[in-house]
């Protein structure tokens, strides 16, 4: 019988709450081995069998999905390197379908004590949205299906917020997405016509369980 394709993946040494936060204190890049690598090089990705997407000369980034443990299972995540020509600027990460919003929104109260925010952006139907913490780190989410919960899909982040091309994860979202304000989700979370998500999601911000 064949095996789960996921089973040739490399295991990575975190659980997926110990690389959130090492994403969120900008310290991902720090430990290569960490990622299978001997170093966060073009060489060394090609060598360890990470896909290139662009061009070497341009905006450019290496990927490669991972597992990681959550909760009681495994996670799927896809790193990302970035790079501009040879400088390497940041690293993200895809999360193939397993971390809800809420969830995450959870594990986030630690970081969004006083000297923290988070705020709120929505596509026009709710299907998909972000949350950016302290105008830096976003956390893009959908909704999978009908009756499901906001999954996260993707975790970025500004490489430089002193000139507007390093601001790419947050801009691209305030340009793409509404602002909401927690008096507007839980007015609009009134509409029963709302996705299931969206009025979830404003019932646990209301009961103040996340």
């Not at 998909?128 to 906001?150: C, K, P, T």
Request: hydrophobic share 40%; charged share 25%.
């Amino acid at each position: 019988m064949a095996e789960p394709a996921h089973t040739c993946m490399h295991r990575l040494p975190l659980t997926f709450f110990q690389l959130l936060d090492l994403h969120l204190s900008n310290l991902t890049l720090e430990h290569p081995c960490r990622f299978g690598l001997l170093a966060f090089s073009p060489a060394e990705f090609a060598a360890k069998g990470y896909e290139l997407i662009g061009e070497p000369t341009d905006f450019h980034f290496y990927e490669k999905s991972h597992l990681t443990d959550y909760h009681q299972r495994t996670l799927e995540v896809i790193f990302k390197c970035y790079f501009f020509g040879q400088q390497r600027i940041d690293s993200g990460f895809n999360l193939v379908c397993g971390v809800r919003l809420t969830t995450l929104l959870k594990y986030l109260k630690g970081w969004t004590e006083p000297g923290h925010s988070l705020a709120f952006y929505f596509s026009h139907d709710k299907k998909e949205g972000a949350v950016i913490l302290d105008d830096r780190h976003v956390m893009r989410f959908n909704q999978w299906s009908a009756r499901g919960a906001y999954l996260i899909a993707t975790l970025e982040s500004d490489f430089d917020s002193s000139n507007p091309s390093g601001r790419m994860a947050t801009e691209s979202v305030k340009k793409t997405f509404e602002h909401y304000s927690l008096a507007l989700i839980l007015r609009d979370a009134r509409n029963t016509k709302q996705p299931a998500a969206f009025r979830r999601l404003a019932r646990e911000m209301n009961d103040a369980i996340i």
